[in-house]
């Protein structure tokens, strides 16, 4: 039995929609970024030691875990940046050369 053209074309749009309501790995065991603790907030404070460093990977990383935050970004001058604040985030702000000119929550 053959499949008419209309037939077989709704049931390819009926797949691909589908598809699209996947997510690939989000929150799904193995993905790259679980879901946050609830418990983990920013205390800047404890990132202000990065002041003055190059904000490479090690500096930042070591900031966002003094801080006791779930995740950081280092915000460069000029860059466009979400504005939601999130308690759980430190953000260090960056001088053109890289140098962390300061540490805040958000």
């Known amino acids: 039995m ?3 053209p209309i037939m077989v074309s709704a049931t390819l749009a009926g797949l ?3 598809t ?5 790995g989000g929150n799904q ?4 970024m679980p879901p946050p603790p609830p418990t ?14 190059t904000a ?4 930042v990383e070591e900031a966002r875990q003094r801080s006791g935050s779930y ?4 915000l460069r001058p000029g860059q466009m940046v979400t504005m939601e ?18 540490v805040r929550c958000g």
């Open 2 to 4: 053959f499949l008419k």
């Open 16 to 18: 691909v929609a589908l």
């Open 20 to 24: 699209g309501c996947t997510s690939p």
């Open 29 to 32: 065991p193995g993905s790259p």
């Open 40 to 53: 983990a907030v920013c205390n800047a404070q404890g990132a202000e030691f990065a002041v003055g460093k």
């Open 56 to 59: 490479g990977t090690s500096v």
């Open 71 to 74: 995740i950081a970004r280092v």
């Open 85 to 102: 604040f999130n308690a759980q985030r430190l953000n260090l702000d960056v001088n053109a050369a890289g140098v962390v000119t300061g």
